[in-house]
């Protein structure tokens, strides 16, 4: 007697995922910045053929996800959202504490999230987003003597980084990490700066994702993981 089994099949994608999925690509495609319009309700839906129901799903997910702001009134529509509008975002929905968290337990959970992110990475990576991350490398060799331009750039490595995988869930959060350490990192007083060390560090775990998965990327992550500025211990 023969044996049947079966794989469940995927769970159908609403046609407000999909509009919302083909918003926040082209947001990312496009390197679209924070404040940036890209229309009102109405327009998205003449756009998209759908019901005004489906965009106002479409916009609700995007909003969740801290990816766009519904602005109303004369001259509102839907932007891109703005870093505070993430950060408020994060703490509504996933009770991030703004006042008795150290830089270090925002990196800590940033550093959790780095392995996935990477491995995402390493499987969707062009070698045009290969160019572009080697390109952000060489801003930072060009601030090794200046600390605070080197970790600028750094934070925009990650955040090119993060635009590689189709987590959407993993992206915002990660991306709303990354500001929080950004914003914290302004104000320090750094004593000491390896940069030499963390650029290496660095460029290693960018060849290791253009090399794809496996024993080597998972080597850079781990040598990425320790990576801490100084003053934040």
Same mark, same amino acid.
């Given at each position: ?155 925009? /490595? ?16 990660? /991306? ?58």
């Amino acid at each position: 007697m023969a044996v049947h089994t079966s794989t469940p099949l995927p769970p159908r994608r609403s046609r407000a995922a999909l509009v919302a999925s083909e918003l926040e690509g082209e947001i990312q495609a496009q390197e679209r910045q924070a404040g940036d319009r890209i229309g009102t309700k109405d327009e998205l839906r003449e756009r998209f053929g759908v019901a005004v129901a489906t965009v106002n799903e479409a916009v609700r997910l995007l909003e969740t996800r801290g990816v766009v702001e519904a602005r109303p009134g004369p001259g509102g529509g839907i932007f891109v959202a703005r870093p505070a509008v993430r950060m408020a975002l994060m703490h509504t929905v996933v009770g991030f504490p703004s006042e008795n968290t150290s830089y270090r337990d925002y990196l800590v959970v940033r550093d959790a999230l780095e392995p996935r992110l990477c491995h995402d990475a390493a499987l969707a990576a062009t070698p045009e987003d290969i160019d572009a991350l080697e390109e952000i490398l060489e801003r930072m060799d060009a601030s090794l003597d200046e600390p605070l331009g080197y970790f600028a750039a750094n934070w925009e /490595l990650h955040r090119r980084l993060a635009r590689l995988t189709s987590n959407a869930a993993l992206r915002s959060i990660y /991306l709303t990490l990354v500001e929080y350490l950004e914003a914290m990192i302004e104000d320090a007083i750094i004593s000491a700066f390896d940069g030499p060390a963390s650029l290496a560090v660095h460029r290693e775990l960018i060849a290791a994702i253009a090399a794809g998965p496996g024993p080597r990327l998972d080597a850079a992550i781990a040598a990425h993981a320790p990576l801490r500025p100084a003053g934040f211990d």
